[in-house]
Structure formats: structure tokens, C-alpha cells
């Protein structure tokens, strides 16, 4: 069976339909770039096996559910202190048309981590100020601009659950409210987890494809794959350096049809 693996510190979009073996228990490896900086920490950016999840579960408000796992799953993580050069969010947009208070997020992860985690959590409103290949005024996280919601290490509980096995729950501390009007529009959650490499990667799992408008997005923010996606805002903002793609392609090669990331609102 073939999988899909990003190499750590890959420079050109050619790297994403690179190739690597996972097996489950034997963590994440990568061979290495020859510009690479980091010696003993290794970081990828896909990790996908063979592994079944269940049947989908959960269903939340502002349309959010559980679909097919695509035995997937995208770096989300911040790995310092062991590697503060991975530093990535997934982000996904959900649209909250009667707008929303939100108290609980629940996320899929690749089954390769089995405890508690903390998250940081941001929610912006869209923007839609950039074109990119795939659209014109193309709908991303407006993190040029403030979080409408803001947190940090929000406390993350593991169960083996959800359509990859691995879920975690994650109690905000205090309410995020939505206004109707932005939810109408479309809100982005951008999310990581705060979690030491040293322990591993955490991988946001992905499911059935979303086209626009909930379209998936990624920001690594410290380059460390090499692919400009600094932020998830175009220039000026600073994202997709000397580049002319949305981040979808920066970080999935270029798929038709985006994969999307489990998350359930409540």
C-alpha cells in the first residue's frame, strides 16, 4: 500500500508527492534535507497508514460533523520546547448562519498519541481579498486581523473514540460567541496542539473532501517545510512567499478537491 509523507525541510512543491512508509507504533520518520538544521528532531508533515477508523459518530452545530476518515492526518502542532521550528495550524471554516456560543471543540487525530493534550485555539473571520489558482477571492483565515476567540492550552481529554480512534475534547475556558453576521459569512478555527515533539507529532486528522466554501487551510509559520505558507492570509500578510497558490495546494500538492479536518462544535 503506498502512503503519503511530507520530508522534513522540503523546498519545492514537487516534495509533496513524495513517499514514506508509516507503521503504526514505529513513529514518524524522514529523511532529512541537506539544508535541514535539525539534526535529531525530524518532523513530517502527512501521516497516513493503514489504520481503520469507525463508523462516523458525531454531529455538532454550525453544520460540523464527523464524515469518512481518509486514514490521514496533517501536522498541527507546536513542538517546542524540543523543536520550536514545528510551529503549524490546521485551519477549517464552518459557517454559523444563526451565529453561535461555542463551549466545546472536539477534534480526530491520527491514532499515534493516547493522552491528554493542551490546544491553542484561534477563530477569525474570512477573508476573501486574495485570488489563488483554484479561485478568484478565495475565501482563508483573516489572521492578518484580531482572533475573534483567543486560547491558549485549552485542556484537550483523550478518548479512544471517534472515526480514527483517537478523539480529544476540548473544553474552552470561557464561551466564543459568533455573531449572526459573521457566521453567516463563514468563521475560520485555526488549531494546534501544544504539544513537546519530544513526545511525538500530533496530527489533525482529515476526512471526505471539502470544496469552497469549507475548504481546509494550513499556516507553518516558522517555514520548517520550506513552503512559504508563513500564515494563512496572502500578502501583505505575509504567507506563500514568492509563491502564487492557496495554502490547500501549498500543503496537499495541488488536490482537486481539498481533504478536510474533523471538527464537531457544541
Known sequence: MRFRTLLLACTTAAALTASAAFAPGAGASASTHPSAS????????????????????????CGTAEGTWTGDGITAQNGAPTNPSL?????????????????TVVVDGYPNQAVDIKFNINVYKKTKAFNTLRYTADPQPNDAKSAICTYTDAPGTYAAAGVTGAQWTIKLPTTCKIGRIVGKKGVWFAIQADFDQVNGQW?????????????????DTQNLFGLGCISFAKPPAGSDVGANRDMQDCLFGGDIGEKDFILVLS
Open 38 to 61: 535539525l539534526a535529531a528532531v525530524k518532523a513530517v508533515a502527512h501521516s497516513s497508514t493503514g489504520v481503520h477508523g469507525v463508523k462516523s459518530q458525531l454531529s455538532g452545530i
Open 87 to 103: 510551529n503549524t495550524y490546521g485551519g477549517k471554516q464552518v459557517k454559523c448562519k444563526g451565529g453561535a456560543k461555542v463551549n
Open 203 to 219: 496530527f489533525w486528522a482529515t476526512q471526505t473532501t471539502a470544496d469552497r466554501p469549507n475548504e481546509a487551510d494550513w499556516a
